[in-house]
């Protein structure tokens, strides 16, 4: 069992070790291995899990929205999200926010705050989420990959000889896995900080350079044609098109800000003094401004480079040809970034079925014992069988249905649609609520409630855009050959 399932460990009352203070500096009030998390480490955790993939897509969602929708709909979910944000991070306590029991995971936050089915209703949410995030991160990846070797191709043979360019996603996805294979077996979360701050900087990277390349295509023109309205009713699209697109493109939006999934684990991370939800809160601002600022720009400036053609993927859809060296930086930056995002989403997955498998089978050696092995240059490091075969078996799995489902925007925007309300929207509200036992149909329980029920008929809407997207892709897909 990693150390981040361990439970609380037996106090020693010892005076001799109090007086050293060996158990005070080494544990923290729980018990458990003192956290050493800061604000900053955290904002590395929120910027790694938001500015990823979603805002390669944005350029395409803003080109369906237009210049009026397109921004205003970003900037209401940077706000929808920061807010409810904060809600949740006072949940990491309970009952005070400061000084009370810690909840470790979502769902130990919902048992705390509501209790009963809800909480079955919240692991179903997150948890699926968090299996279709590495899904999606699967598939992303190995776009990225296939779009330096295409790059090559294009700058070698020419543009216009895009069938002697084609390459199976398959094989970068193997890749992609193998490494998450490797990287699976870092214990927990606590041990993620390196690499989320590495993933953080690739995000950047690649969105600076995804930014510079729309700004250079903005001057360089022709200027492309844009609209208030987004893509055009027979001109660009028909009808029926517009209305389906329109709202997959929402669902996007909200899969760029997702980050509640993590947010409880996340917070687990952080030693105090400060109180958790302090820095919480300030690393939250953090990465939701931040978020924003890039967005806007990556969005928008994409927008006014390509015009109502922007594709689904503005680093990978080939809207860019050269200079194709810097095109490669920023595909190899996005899968840099995404090795480290899918670890983020993932270790949740990781460390609920290993708890869970601990407390059924607390004899199995298989799964508790841990055996310590010296690698050369990093120390000891604790080698555990099940998590050894569990994790590889996640891997694999998540490879393979990658494999079978490859769809870039409607996958975002159904995972966006799916996770939105109940974990970013309706959990933190409703558990507000309880915690202040605030009074039915005051001011502020009926525009909170107004809030959550908008923000469910938004996710129905653009999971149902999404399903139409996937069930189109799906007629003319066949599994295990997909090509780019």
């Known amino acids: 069992m990693s150390e981040f399932q361990k439970p609380s460990m037996y106090i020693d009352h010892n005076p001799s070790t109090?007086?050293?203070g060996d158990f005070r500096k080494n544990v923290d009030d729980d018990g458990r291995p003192k956290r050493t998390g800061t604000w900053l480490t955290a904002s590395a955790?929120?910027?790694?899990?938001?500015?990823?993939?979603?805002?390669?897509?944005?350029?395409w969602g803003i080109s369906q929205l237009g210049w009026v929708a397109g921004p205003i709909v970003l900037m209401i979910f940077s706000f929808i999200t920061y807010f409810t944000s904060t809600l949740l991070a006072d949940c990491y306590r309970s009952p005070d926010p400061v000084s009370g029991k810690r909840n470790y995971t979502y769902m130990d936050v919902v048992q705390a705050n509501l209790g009963g089915r809800k909480v079955q209703l919240c692991g179903l949410a997150q948890y699926g989420n968090l299996i279709g995030v590495t899904i999606g991160y699967t598939i992303i990846a190995s776009i990225s990959m296939v779009a330096v070797k295409r790059s090559n191709c294009f700058h070698k043979l020419g543009v216009h000889d895009h069938m002697k360019c084609h390459t199976s996603n398959n094989p970068f996805m193997i890749i992609f896995a193998c490494f998450q294979i490797l990287l699976s077996q870092i214990p927990n979360f606590h041990?993620?900080?390196?690499?989320?701050?590495?993933?953080?900087?690739?995000?950047?990277?690649?969105?600076?350079?995804?930014?510079?390349?729309?700004v250079a295509k903005v001057i360089d023109g022709p200027p492309a044609r844009t609209t208030l309205t987004g893509v055009t009713v027979g001109v660009d699209v028909s009808g029926s098109e517009k209305i389906w697109k329109t709202f997959q493109a929402i669902g996007d939006i909200a899969f760029a800000y997702a980050y509640s999934t993590v947010l409880v684990e996340i917070q687990d991370t952080l030693g105090s003094p400060p109180a958790e939800n302090k820095s919480m809160k300030r690393a939250?601002?953090?990465?939701?401004?931040?978020?924003?600022?890039?967005?806007?720009?990556?969005?928008?400036?994409?927008?006014?480079?390509?015009g109502n053609d922007a594709p689904g993927n503005f680093l990978t859809g080939f809207g860019f040809y050269e200079p194709f060296w810097l095109v490669d930086i920023a595909n190899i930056c996005i899968a840099i970034h995404l090795i480290g995002a899918y670890q983020v989403f993932c270790q949740p997955v990781y460390g609920f079925v290993e708890s869970k498998c601990a407390k059924r089978w607390p004899e199995s050696k298989f799964i508790n014992r841990e055996y310590a092995v010296n690698i050369p240059c990093c120390g000891a490091y604790n080698f555990n069988s099940f998590r050894l075969v569990w994790r590889t078996a996640y891997v694999v799995m998540t490879a393979i249905l990658a494999m079978l489902f490859p769809f870039f925007n409607d996958f975002l925007g159904l995972l966006g649609a799916a996770s939105f309300w109940p974990l970013t929207v309706y959990f933190p509200i409703e558990m507000y609520i309880a915690r202040t036992k605030m009074?039915?149909?005051?001011?502020?329980?009926?525009?909170?409630k107004i809030l959550s029920w908008i923000?469910?008929?938004?996710?129905?809407?653009?999971?149902?855009?999404?399903i139409q997207g996937l069930a189109t892709d799906v007629?003319?897909?066949?599994p295990f050959q997909t090509e780019q």
């Open 45 to 59: 955790h929120i910027i790694t899990a938001v500015i990823g993939s979603g805002v390669l897509s944005l350029a």
């Open 191 to 214: 041990k993620l900080s390196w690499l989320s701050i590495l993933a953080a900087v690739m995000s950047f990277a690649y969105s600076s350079i995804g930014l510079g390349l729309s």
């Open 284 to 306: 939250t601002s953090i990465g939701i401004s931040t978020t924003t600022v890039f967005y806007v720009l990556c969005g928008c400036v994409g927008y006014a480079a390509f």
């Open 455 to 466: 923000c469910l008929v938004i996710s129905l809407v653009a999971a149902a855009a999404s």
């Open 439 to 448: 009074p039915k149909y005051s001011f502020t329980w009926t525009w909170m």
């Open 18 to 20: 109090i007086e050293n």
């Open 475 to 478: 007629k003319k897909y066949k």
